[in-house]
């Protein structure tokens, strides 16, 4: 069992990681990222891709955790300080008073990450989504419905960042995704892989629930306002939630969520 | 058309209602609310529920604004200041430069609401939702999918807080809501307008795609955690939505989302 260590300087070197969390986040970290809070820390441990380097526990924190303690590695790190230390490494009020660090992968090249996937994957590809909370709410939706993968533009932020991590519930450790260049690249890495792409759009012309997944099945999702791309559109088949309501679109995390249950639907209802 | 008085000191007794928004927002009005940013102004402006009092512009927002302007009553005062003083004025950066406070209405009885719907209505009912964010994607969800009405149980956060607006994006402001007590009270009321109840739960008896809808219907959401209680569950028709992941439970905004997909795209199919 590992044997917390006491940090009562805020300054103390070993946990250097942790200091200035959140603006070192948004300029982006190149080989760690930072995970937040038990629900997303026990999913972190549970997982094998990112190995954890470290973690710093508030006090009143280490009897809850005490099982994840007894089985992380011995050469992992565990700092434990109390509120006000721990407030001042973070710069900000760390309500959920546990952290961790974890060493980032290497990202596969689309063609590598699709090529090993199943022959009825179902993939999405996000393209231009700039907002951590329906990047992490729609990698909640991909764990949750299984998807196989996830592939992102160039334009969509990181899936990796503390906050969509939270958002997405641990989601973002646990579906493997990589960066496939612009919109563009990211389709034509998806045909060369041989899957039907679909893309999501209010005016699109077939309505979700009358599209059948045949084979490797691709989900194309764009922002909110702009949407995806014309050219994208132009090439691929385009798919519509019908809505009643006559207003605004959905959030596009909710949109991923219900197609993601819809054609994960379908699926299981044909096998029958 | 409106001429917008310009408003030089933060003290200026005119702008009262948009002092230190956040903090009396937090703690609640009696009798008005607060709108803020283009989209939901837009929604505010083009419903007959909520009446508008006033406005309060940034002075770069206002001629992107000029057709809602020419289009207001014109006992509607309009103010507009300079970015630092709108800052001074309502406590925080406001970034989107749009605020508008709006009179609230005096919620009906639930036995009101309902009986004034229609033999075939879709209406929610939230049961301990104190989230913000995900009250007002449920509200988005609800006028997205056209449902009838959403009841809310004394546990449940106000619809009409600012930042529930917003998320909702305006959805808050068109879908027609009031209290109906406890959630047990709130299922009676929902017994005595003839509704059939549908309870979404992780552990619900029947797949949510098995569902047929028969006449009213109402869909119950519980929050994120605890869920619904189980007095509820124990005398509702439980129903579920099918994950393959093996993952944690959706959110509950995804959730109302999907189910509304559901019950609304079968309706459409059966009456084909």
Redesign the interface.
């Known amino acids: 069992m590992v044997q917390p260590v006491a940090v009562t300087d805020p300054e103390d070197p070993r946990i250097e990681p942790y200091r200035a969390v959140r603006e070192r986040d948004l300029v982006g970290r190149e080989h760690r990222f930072v995970a937040e809070g038990e ?1 997303v820390l026990r999913v972190l441990l549970r997982q094998e891709r990112f190995a954890v380097e470290s973690l710093l526990l508030a006090e009143n924190r280490l009897e809850g955790l005490s099982d994840c303690l007894a089985a992380l590695p011995s050469h992992v790190p565990v700092y434990t300080a109390g509120r006000a230390v721990m407030d001042a490494i973070v710069g900000f009020p760390i309500h959920r008073g546990i952290l961790a660090i974890a060493r980032r992968e290497p990202l596969p090249s689309p063609d590598d990450l699709l090529s090993g996937l199943p022959e009825d994957a179902l993939v999405l590809g996000l393209i231009g989504l700039a907002n951590h909370d329906n990047v992490g ?1 729609i990698f ?8 196989d993968a996830v592939l992102l533009d160039d334009a969509t932020c990181d899936p990796l960042y503390r906050k969509a991590i939270r958002v997405s ?3 973002a450790l ?1 579906v493997p995704f990589t960066r496939a260049g612009t919109g563009q690249a990211l389709v034509e890495a998806l045909r060369r892989a041989g899957f039907e792409i679909l893309a999501l759009s209010p005016s699109g012309r077939e309505p979700l ?1 009358q599209v059948r997944r045949r084979g490797r099945t691709a989900l194309l999702l764009g922002a909110e306002g702009p949407g995806l791309p014309a050219s994208v559109l132009a090439e691929t088949r385009t798919v519509t ?11 596009v ?3 991923s ?2 197609a993601l ?2 054609l ?2 379908r699926e ?2 044909d096998s029958c």
């Open positions: 629900v709410g909640r939706n991909a764990a949750a419905f299984g998807a519930v641990g989601g646990l629930g939630i019908p809505m009643s309501g006559g207003f605004d679109s959905l959030n995390a909710t949109t969520g219900i249950y819809e994960t639907r299981s209802a």
